[in-house]
């Protein structure tokens, strides 16, 4: 086999044959590297699809205008706080102080100004709605990109993002505020202890290891609170520990490629800060919605099996799981049994959960089935019958089915049109008074003919 039929079959493998595995039968080791392989190819698959490249160029634009803003509120929690040196000093150590410290100077001097003007400007309160609008657009933005990603459609008020936005901005400073306060912490009081002494190197450890944690820490919260969506935990802190390591190495790799590029830029001069800082902000917000791409396939890995055989699902196939999941859920509503949900219904017969989901959502539209609302979580919902059992025949069934959604809309049909249409309307009609046969007892004869 040659190399290019190798690489040939191996994306034909990653475009069908992947997703059409499953764990069943599988070791432990095998179901980890399964998920792991099809998380990563749907992140991958998610990041070309959802235009993230474009979407980070325009979260990039976002940031350049809103950071005096976003600034502004960090130092006003600190200085409220009575910690403003902390702000300044996390700025000497980033790149920027690290490229030129005078540029924390410049830039604590438009920080100080904006808050002037926010406070009482020409027109009173103007600067603070522009202050507010900016933040506001910025993580407008994030969130409009996390929602894409994760597919979600409805949307939270104004004045409930305004507070979230909020809520986030002024705890960042905080956490910041409370590691530098730990650090000085370490470095004083507990360097007098005797134990802190004899443990010189577990405490250097701690020490480097904070602002790692610190990052992993923000980045899954980000990943957790962000999408208007609720995330399991293992689909946030997994992507935030991996996207938080890749930002802190990127921050430190800025540190080192900016001090080059600055000493030695000849085109740009002193100027060279504006073209780097735009390209370093372009790289994370890469990472950042790459991050959300990852922690969506974390959580919906699973509703993409079969993915390619769904889509290409004959009509035949389609009837049949369709009345298959009805009967499953008459089936239990006669027994008496609690009604269940689409991934319960797909777990216990081995179906992709995207298919059941699709087809319960389709008899739900057209009336078959009600949704009853968990009252622990409002966004997972169970399905019982929404007519009465005895009179829910497979022809009305599929007559309600077939019938939802728009007809007769072209404007000018010719006659032989109508009155094929009137025929196709006697034949279906015929179809369905055939099919009287009650969907709770399609297996009934042969639950008598096994019992025998």
């Known amino acids: 086999m040659t190399l290019s039929e190798k690489i040939a079959k191996s994306l034909d493998f990653m475009r069908h044959g992947l997703w059409r595995t499953t764990s069943e039968g599988l070791g432990k080791g095998e179901r980890i590297g399964l998920k792991v392989l099809k998380t990563l190819v749907l992140s991958v698959r998610g990041f070309s699809e959802n235009d993230i490249a474009m979407r980070a160029d325009s979260l990039t634009y976002s940031f350049m205008f809103a950071i005096v803003p976003i600034l502004s509120l960090f130092l006003a929690v600190a200085r409220g706080l009575g910690f403003e040196q902390v702000i300044e000093s996390k700025l000497l150590d980033s790149f920027i102080g690290q490229y030129d410290p005078r540029l924390v100077d410049v830039i604590m001097g438009f920080v100080q100004r904006y808050l002037e003007t926010a406070q009482g400007g020409v027109f009173l309160g103007v600067g603070l709605l522009i202050l507010l609008w900016a933040v506001y657009s910025f993580f407008l933005n994030i969130e409009s990109s996390f929602n894409k990603i994760w597919q979600v459609q409805r949307n939270?008020?104004?004045?409930?993002?305004?507070?979230?936005?909020?809520?986030?901005?002024?705890?960042?400073?905080?956490?910041?505020?409370l590691s530098s306060g730990v650090s000085v912490f370490v470095n004083t009081t507990m360097a007098?202890?005797?134990?802190?002494?004899e443990m010189n190197a577990f405490n250097e450890f701690i020490l480097r290891a904070a602002p790692w944690l610190i990052m992993w820490l923000i980045f899954a919260f980000m990943y957790w609170g962000i999408p208007n969506t609720k995330v399991g935990w293992r689909a946030a802190l997994i992507p935030g520990i991996i996207i938080g390591t890749l930002a802190q190495l990127?921050?430190?790799?800025?540190?080192?490629?900016?001090?080059?590029?600055?000493?030695?830029?000849?085109?740009?001069?002193?100027?060279?800060?504006?073209?780097?800082?735009?390209?370093?902000?372009?790289?994370?917000s890469l990472l950042i919605l790459y991050g959300a791409e990852l922690s969506y396939s974390i959580q919906n890995k699973e509703h993409f099996d079969f993915q390619m055989d769904i889509d290409t699902m004959s009509r035949r196939y389609k009837d049949y799981l369709t009345l298959f999941i009805c009967y499953c859920i008459v089936k239990r509503f006669a027994e008496g049994e609690p009604p269940c949900s689409a991934t319960q219904l797909a777990r216990e017969n081995n179906l992709p959960v995207r298919v059941v989901n699709q087809l319960i959502g389709r008899m739900h539209e057209v009336g078959i089935l009600s949704r009853i609302a968990s009252p622990e979580d409002d966004e997972r919902a169970f399905y019982q019958p929404a007519l009465d059992i005895n009179k829910l025949t497979v022809g009305l069934l599929f007559e309600r089915v077939e019938q939802g959604g728009t007809e007769l809309f072209f404007q000018s049909p010719s006659q032989e049109m109508g009155q094929f249409w009137d025929e196709w309307l006697q034949i279906k009609r015929a179809d369905y008074d055939f099919n009287s046969r009650l969907v709770k007892d399609i297996l009934k004869n042969e639950e008598i003919n096994d019992k025998i």
């Open 250 to 284: 990127l921050q430190m790799l800025g540190v080192y490629i900016f001090m080059f590029l600055g000493r030695t830029s000849i085109v740009y001069g002193a100027f060279a800060i504006v073209p780097l800082l735009l390209t370093w902000v372009q790289w994370l």
């Open 192 to 197: 007098e202890s005797r134990l802190f002494q």
């Open 156 to 177: 939270l008020n104004s004045l409930r993002k305004l507070m979230s936005y909020l809520m986030i901005l002024i705890s960042i400073p905080i956490v910041m505020i």
